[in-house]
């Protein structure tokens, strides 16, 4: 086992993988910005170093001011949390030619399903159901007109280095395909360095599901379940559920099937996650995750699996701690988003100083944040401030818990999503778990 892992993130991440070291007993060293040089969590690591002169916004994407830190406090492995390098498949090569474990797949991995058209034909060779498509780049704009008349309009085109919404396009008719294909390319080619384009029947108002997987290097994969990701709002993810309302017992076999089946060809190590969109009972893979997401402690709650502990055993080389027979998933939890971000102004992020803070508590409840009263809430990184998550036998006592955790729930000195989040608890199609990836914009209007 590891003595000593170097956190390369963040904020509330930041502090979920130093409780999973602190109780796995292994020595922490946390890189800082100096934009979170006051970030409390900070006192609880072993070691702390600054990597970030200013701009602080490129402090945790530097792969150098990273691998030097680690050099310097002699770390085993380095754990990215999500986003910043989480998927960068550089990086995690660059790791391991330092002799560091980067906690994740392996490079080769990373950068086989970070490529979208890429991951979607593993997906196709490994019998996954895909939404109808191209097989995998659409190399020119006569390709794309032919695979359109084949599946039908609307069709999405999307940007094979993109991801999580980014460079998407639909086109209504052959007219529209043409200007959509190239203007997809050049906005991939402007954002991602990588002008590749493939193209998916646009399915409308789908439900997004997504299934956790976890895999060790014997062979030894497993899933725990899903979670329901429809509630988002430009591809951000407001609320997060599992298990979802959409699915019966039979439903959520062959997708976690399916997902096993496709760790399995493409030898996923670690945590991951397979995205799939639901229509009705139909169900299509678009995308795999590499990184724990934002949203994993839902699936901790349902399954008593800690997801952070389970990919640092499985970097240092051991088995998965459980096997797909002893995967118990008991009961319902809900996730929300609190962020710094102004609902009455388009959401627009909302820096300033938090100068109260009433967290909510009791039974069921879990809140994991890195803010405290007079925390500084920087306008250099992304708005989330914490997670409220609540556990309840049923979905019905969930939806109660969370209303009850969100009416005690005190943050001022910035604006949040709070209210939002209270509305979306009592509004009646969420409740009913009527909702798809439509269902907010509805409800903001
Ligand atoms: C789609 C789709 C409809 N049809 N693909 C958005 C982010 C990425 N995870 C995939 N996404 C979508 N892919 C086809 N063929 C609709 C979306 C989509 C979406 C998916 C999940 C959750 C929220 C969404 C919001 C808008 C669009």
């Known amino acids: 086992m590891f003595h000593r892992i170097l956190i390369a993130n963040r904020g509330e991440i ?17 890189v800082y910005s100096q934009a979170d040089a006051d970030a409390a969590y900070l006192a609880l690591a072993d070691e702390k170093i600054c990597i970030g002169p200013p701009p602080s ?3 945790y994407l530097s792969m150098p001011a990273i691998i030097a830190a680690a050099e310097v406090a002699d770390v085993d492995a380095i754990h990215p949390g999500y986003g910043f390098l989480s998927e960068n498949a550089d990086f995690a090569q660059t790791c391991r030619e ?23 034909e593993i997906a196709i060779a490994a019998k996954v159901p895909t939404v109808p498509g191209s097989d995998g780049i659409v190399e020119d704009d006569q390709q794309a ?14 940007a094979t280095a993109g991801g999580g919404g980014r460079g998407m396009r639909v086109a209504n008719n052959k007219i529209s395909l043409v200007s959509a294909y190239h203007q997809a390319r050049s906005e991939a080619e402007q954002a991602f360095g990588e002008a590749g384009v493939y193209m998916e029947k646009y399915l409308e108002r789908p439900r997004h599901v997504e299934i956790q997987i976890l895999a060790d290097g014997h062979g030894n994969v497993i899933h725990l379940g899903e979670r329901e990701c429809s509630v988002q709002r430009r591809h951000q993810k407001l609320v997060e559920e599992g298990p979802s309302a959409a699915l019966n017992e039979s439903m959520r076999r062959a997708m976690g099937r399916t997902a096993v089946k496709l760790a399995k060809a493409c030898k996923f190590k670690g945590a991951g996650t397979v995205e799939f969109l639901l229509v009705g009972k139909e169900f299509y893979f678009i995308e795999v995750n590499c990184r724990i997401q934002v949203e994993h402690p839902v699936t901790e709650l349902i399954s008593r699996v800690d997801l952070v502990k389970e990919q640092i055993r499985v970097a240092a080389g051991e088995k998965l701690s459980l096997d ?7 009961g319902h939890a809900i996730e929300v988003r609190v962020n710094a971000e102004d609902p009455e102004y388009g959401f627009r992020p909302c820096p300033g100083t938090i100068t109260k803070l009433i967290a909510p508590g009791g039974p069921g409840v879990r809140f994991d944040t890195h803010i405290y009263a007079g925390y500084r809430v920087p306008p250099t990184y992304d708005s989330l401030l914490a997670k409220l998550i609540v556990h309840a036998p049923t979905r019905a006592e969930a939806i109660v818990r969370m209303r009850r955790a969100l009416d005690e729930f005190v943050i001022e000195g910035v604006q949040t999503t709070l209210p939002t989040l209270r509305d979306i608890m009592r509004n009646a199609f969420f409740e009913r778990g009527e909702y798809d990836t439509g269902f907010l914009e509805d409800m903001l209007g």
């Not at 130093?18 to 060293?29: K, P, S």
């Not at 797909?324 to 008991?330: M, T």
């Open 14 to 30: 930041a502090l979920r993988i130093l409780r999973a070291c602190r109780e796995l007993d292994i020595d922490t060293v946390a």
């Open 57 to 59: 916004s490129q402090s």
């Open 98 to 120: 330092h002799g560091i474990e980067f906690i994740g797949p392996a490079a080769e991995t990373i950068r086989q399903l970070g490529d979208k058209a890429t991951a979607r």
């Open 145 to 158: 007109i032919e695979i359109a008349e084949k599946i039908g309009y609307p069709v999405l085109i999307k």
């Open 324 to 330: 797909q027979r002893r995967v118990r998933l008991q």
